[in-house]
């Protein structure tokens, strides 16, 4: 399949070096994500950072959510503006976007929409950590919003490799082509 770049970008999204801290063995993830970066810029396809983060003492964090009130009082604490930088071997150049997410999905409490219908971007191309959190939440949205998707399966990570290899095999190829980074590099 050709790949129209005119209409497509990379969405980079939860790669926060507080976030990788988690991960054991994030070393090949980095890597792989560095690689989709530099194809994507070499072809003048735009990178579109997504971070997870809060205002101080993370007042939209409800109690009722599970997966985030179990973290709310750690970050209390946190400097958010540390928290939500992306790794620094995957950071954002001056003239690329990020966009901050106050939920799972990487459309969730952002302004992602806005910017992809700026760009006129119709195919998304993910990368994140973790599988079963930003990739599979926003796979399932963009599904719902009539984006193609594209996921690089070496450029996710789950804390739980079943669940990333459960996920990229049988779940994500009914909703997105999955493919590596090498296999996107040569379309």
């Not at 964090?61 to 958010?80: H, L, T």
Request: charged residues 20%.
């Amino acid at each position: 399949m050709e790949q129209n770049t005119q209409n497509t970008a990379l969405l980079v999204m939860d790669m926060q070096a507080g976030i990788f801290s988690r991960l054991p063995g994030a070393e090949p993830v980095i890597a792989n994500v560095a690689k989709a970066i530099a194809h994507a810029r070499n072809n003048k396809i735009p990178v579109i950072y997504v971070v997870v983060g809060f205002r101080q003492g993370g007042p939209e964090i409800s109690m009722n959510n599970k997966s985030f009130s179990a973290s709310k009082e750690r970050f209390v604490g946190v400097d958010m503006n540390e928290f939500m930088k992306v790794h620094p071997g995957l950071a954002p150049q001056a003239d690329e976007v990020t966009v901050i997410k106050r939920r799972i999905s990487a459309f969730s409490g952002s302004d992602l929409e806005v910017i992809l219908r700026a760009f006129n971007i119709q195919h998304m191309v993910l990368s994140g950590f973790s599988t079963s959190g930003v990739v599979l939440s926003t796979t399932r949205e963009a599904a719902d919003k009539d984006y193609r998707i594209s996921i690089l399966s070496d450029c996710c990570a789950d804390a739980d490799e079943e669940v990333h290899s459960v996920l990229t095999t049988k779940v994500f190829p009914r909703q997105a082509d999955v493919m590596t980074v090498e296999e996107w590099s040569k379309m």
